[in-house]
């Protein structure tokens, strides 16, 4: 049996276990998709208590309705096919209200460490920073189910067929949305390098006696 057969037959034996109320196969469960269900919903509200909260609630209805499941299908697909629908219903339940972006709780949390391990200098936690706020920014300008779809693509790292499944959508869907999606932020991030760079040749060619006295 190869390693994908023997990870598969063991997600199955997970649900089955956790379907006829195997206390421990739920703790595994848990354990095995806590923190990647909080990172998805992190990502999707930029709000790290309401990611906790969406995965907590997640964790409880599968509790409540366990014994409904049938283990059909890949564990993690089985997994963000319920995240994602109770994303959804969020989403559509919070639409009357604007969801505001806030650089400083979105930093809270999954920070990706510098290679070789060693602490940025202060010059590269300004330069992460920046570039994260300005994705996350263009991350918020996509359409919600492009924004799904490439978080199931780029961070869960999700093969098109499984996003198709969970979505609910034709490959050639997916597809075609994270064809967008890629070409919508690489415009929105051009245009705002481009946007930043007109503003520093333009800062650079004010006369330096207005600068000095912050004249505007």
């Not at 990870?7 to 006829?20: G, I, M, N, P, V």
């Not at 907590?56 to 599968?62: D, E, I, S, T, V």
């Not at 034709?170 to 070409?183: E, F, I, L, W």
Request: glycine share 6%; net charge neutral; aromatic share 8%.
């Amino acid at each position: 049996m190869t390693d994908d057969s023997s990870r598969e037959h063991s997600a199955a034996d997970l649900l089955s276990r956790f379907r006829d109320g195997d206390t421990a196969a739920f703790e595994e469960l848990v354990e095995e998709f806590e923190a990647r269900l909080v990172q998805f919903f992190y990502r999707l509200c930029w709000d790290r208590g309401r990611a906790e909260d969406l995965t907590q609630n997640l964790f409880l209805k599968l509790l409540r309705t366990s014994s409904r499941y049938r283990p059909e299908g890949k564990l993690a697909t089985f997994i963000f096919r319920v995240a994602t629908n109770l994303w959804i219903d969020q989403y559509r339940a919070d639409r009357p209200r604007r969801r505001l972006f806030s650089l400083d709780q979105a930093l809270l949390g999954g920070e990706e460490p510098l290679q070789g391990g060693r602490a940025p200098m202060p010059h590269e936690v300004v330069e992460l920073d920046e570039e994260k706020q300005r994705l996350r920014a263009a991350l918020e300008k996509l359409t919600e189910p492009h924004r799904l779809v490439f978080e199931l693509a780029v961070y869960q790292e999700l093969p098109y067929a499984e996003i198709g499944r969970i979505l609910s959508i034709p490959v050639g869907t997916v597809k075609s949305r994270m064809h967008n999606s890629v070409r919508a932020l690489k415009k929105l991030l051009n245009d705002e390098s481009e946007g930043d760079r007109q503003d520093r040749g333009a800062e650079a060619a004010e006369p330096r006696s207005f600068r000095s006295r912050g004249v505007s």
